[in-house]
């Protein structure tokens, strides 16, 4: 049972590392292009996975980041209730639903504030750090030892401090 339990989290910690990864090199090569477009800069060495947006144009590569927040957001929302499901028996799920809608709810409402107000550049950074929480594996990195704490919490308080 063990052994099937830490397979289970070495696969599950691979998989979530290897989309942060896949994630940072997608946003990378998006803002490398949006360099380009704009002309201060050479193209960078093409890599085959990211190929298609050396045709795109610099509005194209703008909306492509936006959409693939929203993607990237839905992935590791996700990969969250994933992992809450696979080792928490579902128990968690309501949190998980409350941390990402709150900070994704505040980065809208600083784009938005920024949006309206003269301080736009400001409110933007903001937003993009608030949003770059949920986008990236950071909330199941936090997450998982908080819920195996609570969830195991009987065998904490019956060990004694040696």
């Given at each position: 049972m063990l052994s099937k339990t830490?397979?289970?989290?070495?696969?599950?910690?691979l998989l979530v590392?290897?989309?942060g990864?896949?994630?940072e090199t997608f946003f990378v090569r998006v803002q490398w292009y949006e360099i380009v477009a704009r002309g201060n800069a050479t193209p960078p060495e093409s890599?085959?996975?990211?190929?298609f947006l050396e045709k795109m144009s610099l509005d194209q590569l703008i909306t492509t980041r936006y959409v693939a927040t929203i993607f990237f957001i839905g992935v590791f929302w996700g990969l969250s209730m994933l992992m809450i499901k696979f080792f928490f028996m579902g128990n968690g799920f309501k949190?998980?639903?409350?941390?990402f809608l709150v900070v994704f709810g505040a980065g809208f409402?600083?784009?938005?504030?920024?949006?309206?107000l003269p301080w736009k550049?400001?409110?933007?950074e903001l937003a993009r750090w608030d949003i770059g929480l949920i986008e990236t594996?950071?909330?199941?990195?936090?997450?998982?030892?908080?819920?195996?704490?609570?969830?195991?919490?009987?065998?904490?308080?019956?060990k004694t401090i040696q």
């Open positions: 830490i397979n289970k989290t070495i696969v599950f910690a590392i290897f989309t990864y896949l994630r890599y085959w996975l990211f190929s949190t998980v639903n409350i941390i409402f600083f784009y938005c504030l920024g949006y309206f550049k400001s409110f933007y594996p950071l909330i199941i990195i936090l997450l998982f030892p908080l819920l195996w704490l609570k969830q195991n919490e009987h065998l904490l308080k019956n």
